[in-house]
């Protein structure tokens, strides 16, 4: 059964910095896409970041310079590093799975709550 | 980066009712498009991906259509468990993005 737990969320003020975790099981991690997606309070789905199987890294525009997405195949863990945080960060993170290396997200963790605020 | 609209962004059905969603892409996205369905305080489940292939698991009353530009998700008879909200997800090219979604509530 693959299963995603996410885990490092909390509350943090602007400035601050967290990293989040994704402990991944169930189905072979290293030949996956890994991807984080956010969800504000009440707003809808906004992909933020994905690693490939081959290690390409893409991010969406408002995060670059600040977050940075790695994987550790041999303990099946996806990470986000997430520096200079702001107030319209705070969401919902959530880390999916890329099917067979694509961007179709078939698998998705519980979320993890991340709120900036002094 | 491609933008994605949905409409509605709120639908008022029955039970039974047949209901359809629209996604519309700002260039053309071929057939790269899936669709979600989320339920409060729930994560997303994949539903249909690449435009109209029925994701395993998900009912037949499903069906997604479309390539280029426009496509839609339709439930052909809407039941209780179908109550949630919809995304359109392209994923053409980098950025991935999902369109606003569409809330289905009960009439």
């Known amino acids: 059964e693959v299963q995603l737990v996410e885990s490092g969320g909390g509350l943090v003020k602007p400035g601050g910095s967290l990293r989040l975790s994704c402990a991944a099981s169930g189905f072979t991690f290293s030949t996956s896409s890994m991807n984080w997606v956010r969800q504000a309070p009440g707003k809808g789905l906004e992909w933020v970041a994905c690693?490939?199987?081959?290690?390409?890294?893409y991010y969406t525009d408002s995060v670059k310079g600040r977050f940075t997405i790695s994987r550790d195949n041999a303990k099946n863990s996806l990470y986000l590093q997430m520096n200079s945080l702001r107030a319209e960060d705070t969401a919902v993170y959530y880390c999916?799975?890329?099917?067979?290396?694509?961007?179709?997200?078939?698998?998705w963790g519980q979320g993890t709550l991340v709120t900036v605020s002094s | 980066d491609i933008q994605m609209t949905q409409s509605p962004s709120t639908l008022s059905a029955s039970v039974g009712d047949r209901v359809t969603i629209t996604c519309r892409a700002s260039q053309s996205i071929s057939s790269w498009l899936a669709w979600y369905q989320q339920k409060p305080g729930k994560a997303p489940n994949l539903l249909i991906y690449k435009a109209s292939s029925l994701e395993s698991g998900v009912p037949s009353r499903f069906s997604g259509s479309g390539s280029g530009t426009e496509f839609t998700l339709t439930i052909s008879s809407l039941q209780p468990d179908d109550f949630a909200t919809y995304y359109c997800?392209?994923?053409?090219?980098?950025?991935?993005?999902f369109g606003g979604g569409t809330k289905v509530e009960i009439k």
């Open positions: 999916a799975r890329g099917r067979a290396d694509s961007e179709i997200f078939d698998y």
């Open positions: 997800q392209q994923y053409h090219s980098y950025s991935l993005t």
């Open positions: 690693t490939t199987s081959t290690t390409y890294i």
